[in-house]
């Protein structure tokens, strides 16, 4: 069963996650610190190129099964944060979006070699000055009917691109987004294949390239600021499969309207959100492992006041660890149902890809911020990894669009084509009726259910009373007056599907440790919104109060099975560099100066060993 | 009214306090990234030796006015994480133990030169294997009858001092403590005085210092590892004010017991914690400054689709950050009042040093990755300093004591002397009785007050019916049945104690925004609680729908008077270096490589101003 239980988390391809895995025995994946900015960068270019030598994933794994790219990012989510992303951008990014948008004949050979990095590309699309409202950027493709080429051009401050990963050292491709304009007339944001560097890595002419410096994580990524003084292209480097440009300037489309082109442009950020979740949620695994190990290892004042008490034991640290491991577990079988169904279907999955995107992010965010801290000092050493943790789960919270923007969208979609009329009343039960008791009678799921109809039900009431008062009223209404709502509503939404799927990952595989924590994770966000429920009069003071008491229950039922569940994750043991996840003890009797990397074979200084048994 | 906010903020010291900021106008003080560790180290010490030459506060201000201290912290929390780290071993941790524990006329001329950092001290107390239970440590101290010395010596690798801060490039001296053996029979931890290196800062003999490398913040701090081979140091060395060690080898101390004597030794934690409050708290407030300077001139999308609303203008953006404003004013005055204290009576201050340094650090935590993220990439960028923040709170959680270990100290302070018995039944109206009524009258402070008595008779009463059955039975009652309740209890207290001080702060000044801000603080307290008072039957539903609202309206109504609180920080333009705060449209129009330091005076390479009047 508990191999059952590894597959569920794993999902799919599973022989070649073990070679991708394999990958990483070679040092040059051993982690390192203190390098300088360049070196740093160096050593993820290294890493990835390396990997996708191995032919094991490739661009065109979009057009196949695209969650082989997704187990790329999860396996490199557990060893560099910075070599993740770069890839995150070569291949979803840039690489998904020539493959989907581009000429494929004319581009095939830029196609191919994504593959094994040996043409890299960035991805032009956010400026300085719009984060979060792209389709009003101001970069200019204007067709020069002249020399039948576009002239992409950057005409302030605020129109460069900016955060573009691969930028500052090593990409030879951008596509740029930009307004396609002809003869005068815009024609909306479009994306344009633009060379930035020869071969050589020489920049083209027009091309200027900042370096935007020292970031609070992954510090191998090479983010940098770029923009373009009059730099002319080819047209065929408009990238045509849904708009084109013919020899005189005729634009033509078969998507009506500039707001529905830039979102069909901008389609790669919903697979981007998938490969994000991915490699945060498996830097979130490594964090789990970390923190456990030590926790068994770790002793602390046992009854009799000797340190001999391994912390795992203390009440406190359960409490604090196992309701992470049991959401680690939910958002792992949420993830894998977003995964499947992009495989899938690609289409209609944009609440979905947003709200497992914002829910990885913020509990990779949490998660690691809390286990390092129950880890005490150990924690804040650089090579035990929190840090990377933290600096990465930041990267994704505002990467991809912003956890608080994607909710909103999440919400506008629970919305779009949801029956208002229904509902007559104020009252909760009223506003559902005769639904209540069916809805009591799912048990968690039902209580999270009734949650999320309910709130969906005040928010869609709310938007129909403006519904005819204008642009501005609507406006103000969402943004000004129902802030709380709608993040709630979106929130709800997502912990009501991720709990889904971890009943029906339950229903795959019945050992006692899966199904405490699927009834662990029901119930903590039961908890989470038990004040909505208590005054709702859902919930009683005495339903809550065995709430609670069953929720410390469980998390001491499951913590002797903690091991089982973090063995399932499948994370190798070569792959584990955390000093605290092994002999601690060990890795202290020399002068490690902070690093696994350069371990000394003999350990000249070795202090002498322990009087105390370990 | 203004100026008396500021004051009440400040709290003491006020044209101190100017000098001090003066002195980090210098262009030392300038910001600094990608540095190699050798290079942080040196800059952390040379801003820190400037600062002490500026004869602005003492070693001896601990006798004077220790708030002086304090100011001293809080001034440099707003510039330089590893230079308050490195300060605050200097003058707290090394300085104020040999002030208080040392033969005074002895190290008469060591206490001097720590004031001007001439003469560099560490504090060896956290051994590796004895973090959170330091009186059961290996090292010992065992006095040499034939030559009257004691010889230092760190048996085993777990007996190492541990995160030694000064210790792995510039301490002369460290305090090390060590269990005194004479003649075969321990008398429990003391502190001694060990010249690590000479004047020149050549090791001495016996002592092996390692580095620790790198860490996920305050790398200008040189953390080191030090353990000692039989090191020999003059009897006059121990610490003597309360234990001594007379020639014959006859010990005497007026303090009874061996955890009596090491809480004595280790008293200047105490301060410690204030002096780890002071820095943080004022690290948060440069992350409110900045979060909110970027959000007054960041731009999203407006009513009509343009990017032409500051986002401080959402309500998301406001709900996020109008809270943390208030909880941060909140802990100002809390923490004011335990300097106050402090500086007052110096005894009986315990649980008030316990929980404002673990509430301030967790705030600040929470409150710079919450602002991190609401600012977006531009949060991200090392140069804005959230990740100093960030990785300043992280050393402040668990520094000087773990968060979640000094929570349950002051739960056992809250309970000694408690008279369990005068409450008779569970029930909380008959536990409390006739008092329910005068909580409730008290508004919020008295519903707060009405939790905290009410957890702590239910902790009171578990502790009180295993008090018969043995040492292991209270144990485990504590350790593995109520760590909730014990969580709960201290942070219940120290949010009714923060909220008396910030009513005491209104009655001081009555400026509505301050009022304001004290009533929202109020009833995030009670809705952080709700699940409880809607439990117990204390709250109603529609009290709770009311609340809500109310923080809601509380949000908006304050969010126009943001920047009248923010000045009252007292923040001057010359200590904010974050380009986000500034002109970031300018910071953007040449290449900056992520830097404000060395800013090019010639903007050589100006990108084209921007066409968007900012």
Same mark, same amino acid.
């Given at each position: ?9 794993? !999902? ?16 040059? #994946?051993?982690?390192?610190?203190? =390098? ?7 050593? $993820? ?17 979009? *057009? ?9 990012? *999860?396996? $490199? ?15 979803? =990014? ?35 000055? #719009? ?9 200019? +493709? ?34 740029? %987004?930009? /307004? ?90 919903? &697979?981007?959100?998938?490969?994000? +979740? ?36 203390? /009440?406190?640290? /359960? ?9 680690? =577990? ?11 169904? #992009? ?14 995107? $914002? ?15 129950? &880890? ?41 084509? #949801?029956?208002?009329? *229904? ?13 209540? /008791? ?8 039902? @209580? ?34 129902? +802030?709380? @709502? ?80 973090? !063995?399932? %994750? ?7 560099? +955390? ?6 003890? $060990? ?10 990397? !350069? ?16």
């Amino acid at each position: 069963m508990e191999k059952k239980l590894s597959e569920l988390i794993e !999902n799919d391809n599973f022989e070649l996650r073990e070679k991708m895995k394999n990958v990483f025995k070679d040092p040059l #994946y051993t982690p390192r610190y203190n =390098l300088a900015l360049p070196e740093e960068r160096e050593l $993820a270019y290294r890493r990835l190129k390396n990997f996708c030598e191995q032919d094991l994933f490739s661009v065109f794994d979009f *057009e196949g099964d695209p969650r082989k790219i997704f187990a790329a990012h *999860e396996v $490199a989510g557990l060893v560099d944060g910075s070599m993740a992303t770069k890839m995150t951008v070569q291949f979803n =990014l840039f690489g998904g979006t020539l493959l989907k948008f581009g000429n494929r004949e004319r581009f095939q050979s830029v196609l191919e070699k994504i593959n094994n990095f040996e043409e890299v590309g960035c991805f032009g699309l956010t400026e300085l000055g #719009y984060g979060n409202n792209a389709v009003e950027m101001e970069t200019t +493709a204007i067709w020069d009917e002249s020399t039948d080429e576009f002239i992409i051009d950057s005409p302030s401050v605020l129109s460069q691109k900016y955060w573009i990963t691969n930028g500052y050292c090593h990409a030879h491709w951008c596509i740029v %987004f930009a /307004q396609l304009i002809i003869k005068g007339e815009s024609y909306g944001v479009h994306g344009f294949l633009v060379e930035v560097r020869d071969k050589n890595l020489n920049l083209k002419q027009g091309v200027t390239i900042h370096d935007m410096g020292m970031k609070i994580g992954v510090n191998g990524v090479d983010n940098a600021k770029i923009s373009f003084n009059q730099v002319r292209i080819p047209r065929a480097h408009l990238l045509d499969a849904f708009s084109q440009v013919d020899e005189k300037g005729l634009f033509s489309s078969e998507i009506k309207g500039k707001r529905a082109r830039f979102l069909k442009m901008a389609d790669q950020l919903l &697979s981007g959100r998938i490969c994000i +979740a991915s490699m945060t949620l498996n830097a979130t695994k490594m964090g789990m492992l970390t923190s456990y190990r030590y926790s068994k290892s770790r002793k602390g004042v046992g009854p009799q006041g000797k340190s001999d008490a391994p912390i795992i034991s203390y /009440q406190f640290q /359960q409490n604090t660890f196992v309701p992470l491991l049991a959401e680690t =577990l939910a958002l792992c079988f949420g993830h894998n149902h977003v995964k499947n169904l #992009y495989a899938e279907n690609k289409k209609n999955v944009v609440k979905e890809c947003c709200v497992i995107k $914002a829910m990885v992010t913020w509990h990779s965010e949490n998660s690691v911020s809390v286990l390092r801290e129950r &880890s005490g000092g150990q924690g804040y050493l650089a090579c035990n990894r929190f840090g990377e943790g933290i600096g990465g789960a930041h990267a994704g919270i505002t990467a991809e669009g912003d956890n608080g923007v994607l909710m909103q969208k999440v919400a506008k979609e629970l919305l779009d084509g #949801y029956k208002v009329s *229904e509902l007559a009343k104020n009252k909760l039960k009223d506003l559902l009726p005769g639904k209540l /008791q069916k809805f009591l009678s799912g048990g968690e799921l039902g @209580l999270l259910k009734l949650r999320e109809e309910s709130l969906k039900a005040e928010l869609a009431l709310r938007m129909q009373r403006v519904k005819s008062k204008g642009r501005e009223a609507i406006y103000n209404k969402w943004v000004n007056e129902s +802030a709380d @709502l709608v993040q709630d509503l979106a929130l709800a939404y997502g912990q009501r599907f991720v709990l889904e799927r971890f009943e029906w990952a339950t229903k795959q595989c019945s050992l006692p440790v899966l199904i405490k924590c699927k009834e662990l994770y029901a119930k903590l966000k039961i908890k989470e919104s038990s004040s909505w429920f208590l005054s709702e009069g859902i919930l009683s003071g005495r339903d809550y109060r065995k709430l609670c008491a069953r929720i410390n229950q469980l998390n001491k039922e499951i913590a002797p099975d903690i091991e089982l569940v973090i !063995n399932s %994750f499948n994370i190798p043991e070569f792959l584990v560099h +955390a000093p605290m996840a092994k002999d601690w003890v $060990a890795f202290n009797s020399y002068d490690h100066q902070g690093e696994v990397y !350069n371990r000394p074979e003999k350990k000249s200084d070795e202090l002498r060993s322990s009087s105390i048994s370990h």
